[in-house]
């Protein structure tokens, strides 16, 4: 892909962010847990930890030596609550989740990857179940795709650069920028036995005021469930539902700006 202006990004504020996304799975991190999902030295994990426990970021339990998120985060979520996209989609995901009887999350991207954030697994017995916090390559699923073709030209070209995707991964580039393009056109991505044999799932994208989606709403089920019918239905319930999601953030961005 062309552009015209690369972007290069720190390292380091990278590996805070990444910190700061483990709370999404642990109540609390210490230093081998940032050494183990970061993959950086213990040396880097404690200079991080320690500038982003002195800026107010993470709080350090002197005796158990785990980290909290710090009083600045709750700051931060209690200035701007009002906009939080989580607390605004959680009633829209509730109702959907009550409609198709269907696990129903919630993902965002960050950076190379994505995270589902919230949601809701189905009542059945036999069901999609996915962890939040874990982060996930953006070729795998849905969810991926979605967020992956609404990525800018430079961040692309950042992504393909820092993993190496077109020389290592099985994808075929070229028949991935078809199904990107036709993500775009038509506003959501299925994904039907491709990424796990037996799943399912249908995600569309959430926008605010921005120029890529801030977040996707995804719908999972197993493959056993799914059939030609019901798959038009869900894909409409859940652009339609995304789109009432999107009606209401905007709203809420406009009068808070």
Do not use: C
């Not at 393009?181 to 799932?201: C, Q, V």
């Amino acid at each position: 892909m062309d552009t015209k202006k690369t972007i290069h990004r720190s390292s380091t504020v990278d590996n805070a962010i990444s910190i700061l996304s483990l709370f999404l799975k642990y109540d609390s991190i210490g230093l081998m847990d940032m050494e183990r999902e970061l993959g950086i030295s213990k040396t880097a994990a404690f200079r991080l930890a320690a500038t982003m426990t002195d800026r107010g970021f993470l709080v350090k339990n002197p005796k158990s030596k785990q980290y909290y998120p710090g009083p600045i985060l709750f700051q931060l979520v209690q200035k701007f609550q009002v906009n939080d996209i989580t607390t605004i989609s959680q009633p829209y995901i509730q109702e959907l989740a009550e409609r198709t009887n269907e696990s129903i999350y919630l993902s965002i991207r960050t950076g190379n990857s994505y995270i589902f954030l919230t949601g809701i697994d189905s009542i059945y017995p036999v069901k999609v179940t996915i962890p939040f916090g874990d982060e996930i390559d953006l070729t795998i699923g849905a969810a991926g795709k979605l967020h992956m073709a609404y990525m800018s030209n430079a961040d692309m070209e950042t992504y393909i650069k820092r993993t190496g995707f077109e020389k290592n991964s099985p994808v075929d580039f070229e028949n991935l920028e078809e199904d990107l393009a036709r993500i775009r056109s038509l506003s959501y991505s299925t994904s039907f036995g491709e990424a796990f044999p037996d799943s399912g799932g249908v995600v569309a994208p959430i926008w605010g005021l921005g120029e890529e989606p801030t977040a996707a709403l995804g719908l999972f089920l197993p493959m056993s469930r799914l059939s030609d019918d019901k798959k038009d239905e869900l894909v409409k319930l859940v652009v339609d539902f995304a789109d009432n999601i999107s009606a209401e953030f905007k709203r809420r961005q406009e009068t808070t700006q």
